[in-house]
């Protein structure tokens, strides 16, 4: 496999579960409105933050303007429609490799995220465009699970999905946890539970951290799910051990593994006792420098411009 069509498969799977993502965490704070008192709101510019996209950002933190900015502003590079266009650009130049079902859904989301603006803006056509575009992400997950060949292609597309979900866990927990709800200080005893369940909820991890801590929603506890749970899909411990089973299925993977130790080493360290606001930030800046060198290291190793060939996956 040229490396080329490599990393195209790994860019258009994070873009795909980018996009995804970026839908469930919108609708989750659309629908936190509903279980605060009247005269609270969620903080939209929190959502902002969630991206990395602050500093680029040049609106108000009004709803609507933080949702364009999110959803369907051409210009945002982690909007929605930004990452459905990446996503299908990427596709389109690996058409020949990924079953055409694939290319076909891509397409359609795409354009239906592009013709469907206003009423992605607008409260009562929001909640129907989000799951719409939930829906279709998760059924090209589907389709390339069931058609595509478990090869070195979906090998990279595997890294990538799980690495995305890393990353936006990651982010979800450090900026969501700190200040999800306006005066914080005066509002902490009543709403902390409502808080920590929106941060499980924007990751659709709300039922299984029921069915697995079998405790209340506390910060303790939800963190050491969302950290360290090896069977929730989104917990940051079982994406870095499915990156690994990933990588350790291709060639010339030392370097990458090397990286993952380290931020394995990194989780197995954190003490959730101890992981304050301050000190869960820095950790959670340490991990995103993790993933980042992880990323950097499969970009050296396999697409540079190197040959891939991989064992089944």
């Known amino acids: ?16 579960e980018r996009a995804e993502d970026l839908a469930r965490l919108i609708n989750v704070n659309a629908n ?5 008192p009247k005269g609270l709101s969620p903080i939209w510019g929190q959502l902002v933050a969630i991206t990395g996209a602050a500093e680029s950002y040049q609106g108000d933190y009004e709803e609507r303007s933080v949702l364009k900015f999110l959803i369907s502003d051409k210009d945002s590079p ?52 989000l799951q719409e575009i939930i829906t279709q992400c998760q059924t090209i997950t589907g389709i390339l699970a069931g058609t595509m060949n478990h090869d070195a292609g979906y090998t990279f597309l595997k890294v990538g999905r799980s690495l995305e979900r890393a990353d936006m866990t990651s982010r979800i927990i450090d900026t969501r946890s700190a200040n999800l709800i306006p005066d914080a200080t005066t509002t902490k005893a009543t709403y902390d539970n409502l808080q920590w369940m929106s941060v499980l909820k924007s990751l659709t991890g709300y039922q299984m951290y029921r069915r697995e801590m079998q405790v209340r929603i506390q910060r303790q506890e939800v963190l050491r799910f969302l950290i360290y749970s090896h069977v929730f899909p989104r917990a940051l411990a079982h994406c870095v051990n499915q990156v690994e089973f990933c990588v350790r299925a291709l060639p010339d993977h030392n370097a990458v593994v ?34 980042a060198q992880i990323h950097t290291a499969l970009d050296n190793s396999y697409f540079a411009g190197k040959l891939v060939q991989a064992q089944s996956a």
């Open 1 to 16: 496999m040229l490396s080329r069509v490599a990393g195209n498969i790994y860019w258009m799977a994070r873009y795909l």
């Open 32 to 36: 936190l409105v509903l279980d605060l």
């Open 78 to 129: 982690t909007s929605i429609l930004s990452s459905l266009a990446y996503a299908r650009e990427n596709a389109r130049t690996i058409r020949d490799v990924i079953p055409r079902e694939v290319w076909e859904t891509i397409n359609t989301t795409y354009l239906y995220a592009k013709e469907q603006t206003s009423l992605a803006l607008s409260k009562r056509g929001r909640y129907h465009f």
């Open 258 to 291: 090397n990286e993952i130790e380290k931020l394995r080493v990194q989780l197995e360290q954190a003490d959730v006792e101890r992981l304050k606001t301050s000190t869960l930030n820095r950790f959670i800046d340490d991990l995103q420098v993790g993933l």
